[in-house]
């Protein structure tokens, strides 16, 4: 079995796939300073209730936002698997970056454009909502041609309620009504983040596709898309694993070579 670690600023996921099907996932909040002991303690009590054995896992890969978080897994890796683990885009991602900046594409980006290519044909904007929303351009080639990286929902509520001496803390959630005209100051809030999200959402694609000169399918994926796409008709497919699958496709690929 393959055990993909995908690390973003937020989440550390983990997964394990039989083929290219997830049979567990687990989710623990980033902490750079977790050692690799800490992680397995953790781990192995969670593998165990789904009655996974470690040495069921042949297979590891680790894909990182955050630099410093590598060296701990690694260890978990090697220590305790006995695995030397694939580090998504060392030497490279097997794909065309077409930026000023090849170098700073970051690793869910291009997992993410990885997996989109393989699973959807044409020119396509992936949105991925994490701690910053981004969208993504892949075209038919499947290159990876630039984007647009915005503050993340939860980020933006973050910002409201820190820097104002008043407003409460909202959960996020689509609105009751389709009324944009709050009535108390908890809808008011919730209108402004929920909605202005939503615009700012159909307004950048609306702009992606129009400069994309070309069809372009939207894909979404992360926590939040689930939320939007029951309120909004801008994406044609969500994709909750589009990243961790991505991750798969590139441990088929190293295991082949």
Same mark, same amino acid.
Request: proline share 4%; charged share 20%; net charge negative.
């Given at each position: 079995?393959?055990?993909?670690?995908?690390?973003?600023?937020?989440?550390?996921?983990?997964?394990?796939?039989?083929?290219?099907?997830?049979?567990?996932?687990?989710?623990?909040?980033?902490?750079?300073?977790?050692?690799?002991?800490?992680?397995?303690?953790?781990?192995?009590?969670?593998?165990?209730?789904?009655?996974?054995?470690?040495?069921?896992?042949?297979?590891?890969?680790?894909?990182?936002?955050?630099?410093?978080?590598?060296?701990?897994?690694?260890?978990?890796?090697?220590?305790?698997?006995?695995?030397?683990?694939?580090?998504?885009?060392?030497?490279?991602w097997g794909? *065309?970056?077409?930026?000023?900046?090849?170098?700073?594409?970051?690793?869910d980006r291009?997992?993410?454009?990885?997996?989109?290519?393989?699973?959807?044909?044409?020119?396509?904007?992936?949105?991925?909502?994490?701690?910053?929303?981004?969208?993504?351009?892949?075209?038919?080639?499947?290159?990876?041609?630039?984007?647009?990286?915005?503050?993340?929902?939860?980020?933006?509520?973050?910002?409201?309620?820190?820097?104002?001496?008043?407003?409460?803390?909202?959960?996020?959630?689509?609105?009751?009504?389709?009324?944009?005209?709050?009535?108390?100051?908890?809808?008011?809030?919730?209108?402004?983040?929920?909605?202005?999200?939503?615009?700012?959402? *159909?307004?950048?694609?609306?702009?992606?596709?129009?400069?994309?000169?070309?069809?372009?399918?939207?894909?979404?994926?992360?926590?939040?898309?689930?939320?939007?796409?029951?309120?909004?008709?801008?994406?044609?497919?969500?994709?909750?694993?589009?990243?961790?699958?991505?991750?798969?496709?590139?441990?088929?690929?190293?295991?082949?070579?």
């Amino acid at each position: 079995m393959l055990l993909a670690i995908d690390v973003g600023n937020t989440n550390v996921v983990f997964a394990l796939f039989d083929g290219r099907i997830i049979k567990a996932r687990w989710r623990i909040a980033t902490d750079p300073r977790r050692t690799g002991d800490e992680y397995a303690v953790w781990l192995f009590q969670l593998m165990a209730i789904e009655g996974i054995e470690r040495s069921d896992v042949t297979q590891v890969i680790i894909s990182s936002v955050v630099p410093r978080a590598v060296h701990n897994l690694d260890v978990l890796s090697r220590k305790y698997f006995e695995v030397a683990p694939v580090i998504a885009g060392e030497g490279g991602w097997g794909i *065309e970056v077409d930026v000023d900046e090849p170098a700073s594409l970051g690793a869910d980006r291009a997992v993410n454009t990885i997996a989109a290519h393989a699973k959807y044909p044409g020119d396509l904007i992936v949105v991925d909502f994490g701690t910053a929303t981004t969208f993504d351009v892949v075209d038919y080639h499947g290159a990876y041609k630039g984007g647009i990286i915005a503050p993340g929902i939860n980020l933006s509520l973050d910002a409201l309620v820190n820097h104002t001496a008043k407003l409460p803390r909202i959960a996020i959630e689509a609105p009751e009504g389709d009324s944009v005209v709050g009535r108390n100051t908890e809808d008011q809030m919730l209108i402004g983040i929920f909605w202005g999200y939503v615009a700012m959402m *159909e307004g950048l694609i609306a702009r992606l596709r129009a400069e994309i000169g070309r069809p372009a399918k939207v894909v979404a994926t992360g926590g939040l898309a689930i939320l939007f796409d029951r309120h909004t008709t801008i994406f044609d497919h969500v994709d909750a694993d589009l990243t961790l699958e991505g991750l798969a496709i590139i441990a088929e690929r190293a295991a082949s070579q």
